[in-house]
């Protein structure tokens, strides 16, 4: 079985990680890979920003699920029930602010397999760093490697790629990160 599970995250690495690459290159700001395993969120994979000041999260490590990001797009795509969750299912990504720790902004997307979540693709950072318009370049920059993730796990990519388009159209970045940050 733990053969098993190993070849999985071995496997999932190699597709994930090179996305992780072009968007922490892009960014300039920390990448991680999050999973749900019952009532809480595992950081599966994580490349850290060049910066010395960035977030303290490892592979490994164990986070709640309804505080932060990551967590926040876990439920929501997990069937959470609820206003905040059914406007991250419409806009595919979730941006929090001081939500998880007060001076992290986490803004986070859902890749799927077939016919299920797997994960959350994550891009953290220091508040002083992140603002409205880090948030829309990065959500923009997320699906798009959630589509691509997701088309090469077998996924339907289609409702993603709607929600970047409307984003490439002119739409604001996130109405949930929007309700929060005024």
């Not at 996305?19 to 019952?38: F, H, K, N, P």
């Not at 490892?58 to 206003?83: M, N, Y």
């Not at 829309?136 to 970047?164: E, F, M, V």
Request: charged share 20%; proline share 3%; aromatic share 6%.
């Amino acid at each position: 079985m733990l053969g098993a599970v190993y070849r999985h995250t071995a496997s999932l690495g190699d597709l994930l990680i090179p996305l992780m690459r072009e968007v922490a290159d892009q960014t300039g700001e920390s990448m991680s890979i999050y999973v749900r395993s019952g009532d809480v969120r595992v950081c599966l994979h994580r490349i850290d920003s060049m910066h010395a000041v960035r977030g303290n999260v490892r592979e490994g490590d164990v986070l709640p699920l309804e505080r932060g990001s990551g967590g926040r797009i876990l439920l929501a795509f997990s069937g959470a029930k609820g206003k905040l969750y059914e406007t991250i299912r419409t806009e595919y990504c979730y941006a929090s602010i001081g939500e998880r720790d007060p001076e992290t902004v986490g803004i986070s997307v859902p890749f799927f397999g077939a016919g299920h979540v797997m994960g959350a693709m994550t891009v953290a950072g220091p508040r002083s760093r992140i603002d409205k318009t880090f948030i829309a370049n990065a959500r923009a920059l997320l699906l798009r490697a959630a589509a691509r993730a997701t088309s090469s796990l077998g996924g339907d990519a289609s409702a993603i790629n709607q929600s970047l388009g409307a984003i490439l159209a002119g739409a604001r970045y996130s109405t949930a990160a929007a309700a929060r940050s005024a």
